[in-house]
Nanobody, 127 residues
């Protein structure tokens, strides 16, 4: 079983930046795709950045492309989400997730493809 713990959320002004971290513990070899998702009040959970743990595929939806960057440190079982030029539309609870599968482009952004989830961290973009 894999446990995920996010950190780094908070309140930021429009145009600001935040960096989220996700620490994995447990069976550290038990996942092959990692991702960040967010959920705003009244909306479905959506992918914001996903990548294969060992490289080869990275996914960003159009709403965050050029502003968000996912990265990983496999030695530390940690992955990160650098978020720049944040806007109010980026407000929500951010979750990190991991899948035991090496997902492909058509599935990597689907929440139901992920097996493990963190508890979420709130990101609020407001002046």
């Amino acid at each position: 079983q894999l446990q995920l713990v996010e950190s780094g959320g908070g309140l930021v002004q429009p145009g600001g930046s935040l960096r989220l971290s996700c620490q994995a513990s447990g069976f550290s070899s038990d996942y092959n795709t990692i991702g960040w998702f967010r959920q705003a009040p009244g909306k479905e959970r959506e992918a914001v950045s996903c990548m294969r743990r060992r490289g080869g595929l990275t996914y960003y939806p159009g709403s965050v492309k050029g502003r968000f960057t996912i990265s990983r440190d496999n030695a530390k079982n940690t992955w990160y989400l650098q978020m720049d030029n944040l806007g109010p539309e980026d407000t929500g609870v951010y979750y990190c997730a991991a899948s035991v599968r090496s997902l492909i482009l058509t599935t990597i952004g689907r929440p139901n493809e992920y097996d493990y989830w963190g508890q979420g961290t709130q990101v609020t973009v407001s002046s």
